[in-house]
C-alpha cells in the first residue's frame, strides 16, 4: 500500500511537471515589478527566466508565463519569432505586454503619447465590479496603436469621474489589452501601476484579479500586498492626536523644501526657461541634487496635474504674488509653533521679493500711477490686476507679521489695499480682472465711480474681508460702507443670482471670511443670519469623516461647469465631479478656504457647530495629508483632489492648468498649513493680527491715494 501511495504521489508531480502549476508563474522581467510583488505576497512560486524563447521550451503544458516590460517606454518586449506559435501549441497561459510585432500584431513601428486619455472598459469580462464604460487611470501612457477585435480595455479622451459619462462618442479610441488565444496582450505597459500610480485601486484590482484568475484558475485574492507607493497619512477613522496636527504642519513647510521649490540663483534660467511667457510654464521636477533658495528669489507655484509613466510629475515653474504672501504665512506660522528660524528667515526673504520684483514694480511703484499700490498677478503678467489674488497676498503678508512680530511692511500694504480700494465700485464690486493698459487709460476714478454688480465671491469676498480688516484698525467708514453694500446685494441674491466658477461650494467657502468679519465690526442678528446661512449650507455637504463634498450650482451661472463633451475634456478649467453626489473633496478651491474661513467664524460667533466642524475639517486634512517615500518631493503635500468613498487621490482630471493631482504652494498648501497652527493654538487670525499698527500710516496715504474722496 505504502508502495501504490508513492507510485501516485510520483504520478501526479510528473502530471504537475507536463501540464504546468497554478501555483508557479514564471516571468520574464524584474523582480521589482508591482505585479509581481503582488503576486508574491498571494502566495504564487515565482520563477525568472532571461529569455522568452528559452522559458517556454521549458516549461510544461499548461503552466503561466508574464513576459513584463523592463524598458518602458524606450524599448517594446521582444518577441521572438516562433514564441506565440510555441505559447499555443503548449496551452501555455500568458499575459504579454507592450510587445514588438509578431504575426498577428501588425503596428507602424510608432508608439503614441497620451496624456488626458484614460482606460475605459469595453467588455463584460470583470464583473459587475468593473462594468462597461468604467474609467480606470493610466498615467502618461505610451502605447502602440494597432487593430484589434474585441478588446478588453481602450484608451481614450473620456469625461466622467468614474464613469465615461458620453461613452466613446467624438474621440480616437486605442485598444490596449485583448485576450488571444490561451493568453492577453497589452498594447503598453500595466504591470507597474502602483510606480506609475494607476487609480482607482479598487478598479485596478478587478483588471488584475480577473487576469490572473483567468491564467491561474484562483478565484479569490487578499490584496494585502498590493503595492502602493503614495498614500494618505491615516486611514479614514484611525485615532489622531494634537501631536500629529503638529507633524502635519512641520510636513507641509518641509515639503516646500523637499519640493526643492524655492529657486537658487543657480539655477534661475531653469526656472526662467520653463516659465516661458507664463501660458504653459511646465517642465520636470526640479533636480534634488540643485541648490534649495532662501526665498530670495521666490517660490514656485507647486505641480502641474500631468503624472509621467514613472509615478514623477510635472512642475508649474510660475512665479505668482499671491503664492509669496500666502507661503510667507505658512512658513512664518509655522516658525511659529515649531520655534524654527529658518522657516522665518524664508518669510522674510519671500515678503522683501514680492516687493522688489515687478510684482510691484513699474507702474505699481509709481505714486501718480492709476496702478500704484497694485500687486501684479504673477512675474510674466505683472500687468494683470487680480482683486482675489492682491487679498490672499495681502492676509499672507498680514499674518506673516503677525506671527514674526514685525511691521515691516506696513506701508506697502496699505498702499496695496487702498489701491484696490479706489478701483472698487460704488456699490462695493471691482470685477474679476483689471488690466494695466486699461487702468491708465481709464484712470482709478472711472473704476470708482463704476455702477456695476459682480455677486462672484471667489472673485470679490476675500477683499472685502480687506477692507472690514482695515476699517477695524483704522475706522476709516468708507471702507465699511461700500463692503456693506457689496455683502447685502450679494446675500440678498443668494443663491440664485451667485456667478460660481468651478462650482458653488467653492463660492460658498469664499464668502464665510467676511460675512464672519463683518459680525466682528457689526454684531447684528442680520449679519449672524447671513453668516449662517452659508455656513449652514455648506455643512450640509460635510460627510462624518470631515471632507466636503463639492457641489455644482445652477446652469445658467457657473463658468465653468461639466465638462460638455468628451472632446472638451482638459481644455478649460473645470470642476472635479461630473455631477452632484460624486464624493469628491476639492483643497484648491473649497476646503482649504473653509478650513480657515471656519476658524474665524467659530471665532466671530463661539457656534460650537461651527467649532465642531472646523474639528472635522481639520482631521479629515490632518489624514489626507500625502505620504510617500519613494515621490519625495510630493511627501507632506496636498493634492487638489480626493474620494473621501474611496479613501484614495483620484478625481475627473478634466481642469487644463489645476488638475486633480495639482499641488500649490499658496493657495492649498499655505491656507491648511496655517490655519491648522491656528487651529492648535486655539487661536482666529481676526485676534492673531489684532495688534496690527498700521493705521500709523493711514492719514499719509489716504492724502496721497484718494485725493478729495476722503
Known amino acids: 500500500m505504502l508502495r501504490s501511495c508513492f507510485i501516485l504521489l510520483v504520478f501526479y508531480a510528473l502530471l504537475s511537471c507536463s501540464t504546468g502549476n497554478s501555483e508557479v508563474i514564471h516571468v520574464v522581467g524584474s523582480a521589482n515589478n508591482d505585479l509581481v510583488q503582488w503576486l508574491e505576497g498571494e502566495g504564487f512560486q515565482l520563477k525568472f527566466h532571461e529569455d522568452p524563447l528559452d522559458a517556454a521550451d521549458r516549461m510544461g503544458r499548461g503552466a503561466i508565463l508574464l513576459l513584463l516590460a523592463e524598458n518602458y517606454p524606450q524599448e517594446r518586449v521582444d518577441i521572438p519569432e516562433g514564441l506565440i506559435a510555441l505559447l499555443e501549441e503548449k496551452e501555455i497561459r500568458y499575459y504579454l505586454e507592450y510587445p514588438s510585432d509578431f504575426d498577428g500584431l501588425e503596428s507602424t513601428g510608432e508608439i503614441l503619447q497620451t496624456r488626458l486619455e484614460r482606460g475605459v472598459v469595453v467588455a463584460d469580462d470583470f464583473g459587475d465590479q468593473l462594468p462597461p464604460m468604467r474609467i480606470l487611470g493610466i498615467n502618461d501612457c505610451h502605447l502602440i496603436p494597432a487593430a484589434v477585435d474585441d478588446p478588453l480595455l481602450v484608451l481614450a479622451k473620456v469625461a466622467g469621474l468614474d464613469q465615461a459619462a458620453y461613452g466613446l462618442e467624438g474621440v480616437p479610441v486605442y485598444p490596449i489589452l485583448y485576450a488571444k488565444g490561451s493568453g492577453f496582450i497589452a498594447l503598453t505597459k500595466l504591470s507597474d501601476f502602483a510606480k506609475g500610480r494607476f487609480g482607482p485601486q479598487d478598479h485596478w484590482k478587478s483588471v488584475w484579479g480577473h487576469l490572473i484568475s483567468q491564467l491561474s484558475g484562483k478565484t479569490s485574492f487578499s490584496f494585502d500586498t498590493w503595492p502602493r507607493y503614495l498614500e494618505p497619512s491615516f486611514d479614514e477613522n484611525e485615532p489622531l492626536a494634537d501631536k500629529d496636527k503638529v507633524n502635519s504642519v512641520k510636513r507641509g513647510v518641509d515639503w516646500f523644501f523637499k519640493g526643492n521649490f524655492f529657486i537658487h540663483e543657480d539655477w534661475k534660467d531653469r526656472w526662467l526657461e520653463y516659465q516661458g511667457d507664463g501660458t504653459n510654464p511646465v517642465g520636470p521636477p526640479v533636480p534634488g541634487y540643485l541648490p534649495t533658495g532662501d526665498g530670495r528669489e521666490g517660490l514656485l507655484e507647486g505641480h502641474s496635474s500631468n503624472i509621467y509613466h514613472d509615478g514623477s510629475q510635472q512642475y508649474r515653474y510660475w512665479i505668482r504674488a499671491d503664492v509669496q504672501g500666502e507661503g510667507a504665512y505658512a512658513l512664518a506660522a509655522a516658525g511659529k509653533l515649531l520655534d524654527e528660524q529658518e522657516y522665518d528667515k524664508r518669510a522674510v526673504n519671500l515678503i522683501n521679493f514680492l516687493f522688489r520684483e515687478n510684482l510691484r514694480g513699474g507702474p505699481r511703484s509709481h505714486p501718480d500711477s492709476a496702478a500704484f499700490g497694485l500687486i501684479g498677478w504673477s512675474h510674466t503678467h505683472p500687468h494683470v490686476y487680480y482683486g482675489d489674488d492682491n487679498a490672499r497676498a495681502i492676509l499672507g503678508i498680514l499674518g506673516a507679521m503677525a506671527h514674526l512680530e514685525k511691521q515691516d511692511w506696513n506701508q506697502e500694504i496699505l498702499e496695496a489695499i487702498l489701491g484696490n480700494f479706489r478701483t472698487t465700485g460704488k456699490n462695493g464690486f471691482r470685477i474679476n480682472r483689471i488690466e494695466n493698459r486699461d487702468l491708465q487709460r481709464e484712470g482709478w476714478k472711472h473704476y470708482w465711480n463704476r455702477d456695476i454688480v459682480n455677486p462672484a465671491p471667489h472673485f470679490e469676498s476675500w477683499m472685502w474681508a480687506v477692507y472690514l480688516w482695515l476699517y477695524d ?238
Open 473 to 710: 484698525k483704522t475706522g476709516y467708514e468708507p471702507l465699511l460702507e461700500k463692503t456693506k453694500t457689496a455683502i447685502r446685494i450679494t446675500m440678498e441674491g443668494y443663491p440664485d443670482e451667485w456667478l460660481w466658477t468651478n462650482g458653488i461650494q467653492q463660492e460658498r467657502a469664499r464668502m464665510i471670511l467676511p460675512l464672519a468679519w463683518l459680525v466682528r465690526v457689526e454684531d447684528t442678528p442680520e449679519h449672524r443670519e447671513w453668516l449662517d446661512t452659508v455656513v449652514s449650507k455648506l455643512l450640509e455637504n460635510q460627510e462624518a469623516n470631515g471632507a466636503i463634498r463639492e457641489e455644482l450650482g445652477g446652469t445658467d451661472k457657473g463658468r465653468y461647469g461639466r465638462t460638455r463633451s468628451n472632446e472638451e475634456y482638459g481644455l478649460h478649467e473645470a470642476p472635479l465631479i461630473f455631477e452632484n453626489g460624486d464624493p469628491i473633496a476639492d483643497m484648491l478651491y473649497t476646503s482649504n478656504f473653509a478650513f480657515f474661513s471656519l476658524n474665524e467664524a467659530a471665532h466671530a460667533t463661539g457656534n460650537p457647530q461651527y467649532h465642531e466642524a472646523l474639528n472635522k475639517l481639520s482631521d479629515f486634512l490632518t489624514r489626507i495629508q500625502v505620504k510617500s517615500d519613494r515621490f519625495y518631493d510630493l511627501d507632506g503635500a496636498w493634492f487638489r483632489a480626493f474620494d473621501f468613498d474611496k479613501w484614495e487621490f483620484w478625481a475627473s482630471n478634466a481642469d487644463v492648468g489645476w488638475g486633480a493631482w495639482g499641488t500649490l504652494t499658496g493657495w492649498t498648501q499655505s491656507w491648511i498649513v496655517a490655519t491648522q497652527v491656528l487651529v492648535l493654538q486655539e487661536q482666529s487670525y481676526w485676534d492673531l493680527t489684532q495688534e496690527s499698527d498700521i493705521a500709523a500710516q493711514m492719514e499719509n496715504r489716504l492724502d496721497l491715494m484718494l485725493e478729495d474722496y476722503q
